[in-house]
C-alpha cells in the first residue's frame, strides 16, 4: 500500500509567517514502515512484539544518500507516572 500525504506547517519568525507544504509518501510493509519526501527517506524496523524500533534516515546531497541519522529504541513503563 503506498499512500500519498499532504502535509502543512506554519513557521513563525517574529512577524513574519510562512506557510510550508510538504508531500510525501509512506509504504508499510511487514514491520517495516518506509518514508519518502523531497530529498530524504526515514525506513522503521518495528519487532515483532512492538516493543521496539529502529530508525534510519537518509539525506539526499548532490545525488548522494548520506545516512543523517540511526536511532533504536524500546517501550518501557515510564517511572514517576500515577497510572490508574
Known amino acids: 500500500m503506498v499512500t500519498t500525504l499532504s502535509k502543512r506547517r506554519t513557521l513563525g519568525m ?4 510562512m506557510e510550508h507544504i ?3 509518501t509512506f509504504t508499510f510493509k511487514d514491520r517495516t ?3 519518502t ?5 526515514h ?4 519487532s515483532p512484539d512492538g516493543m521496539s524500533a529502529t530508525m534510519k534516515r537518509e539525506i539526499e546531497k548532490d545525488g548522494t544518500w ?6 533504536k529504541g524500546v517501550k518501557t513503563q515510564a517511572k514517576g ?4
Open 43 to 46: 525506513e522503521w524496523d518495528f
Open 81 to 84: 507516572l500515577l497510572l490508574e
Open 22 to 24: 510538504e508531500i510525501y
Open 37 to 41: 519526501g523531497q530529498g530524504w527517506r
Open 66 to 71: 548520506w545516512t543523517a541519522i540511526e536511532a
Open 33 to 35: 514502515l518506509f518514508e
Open 14 to 17: 517574529s512577524s513574519i509567517i
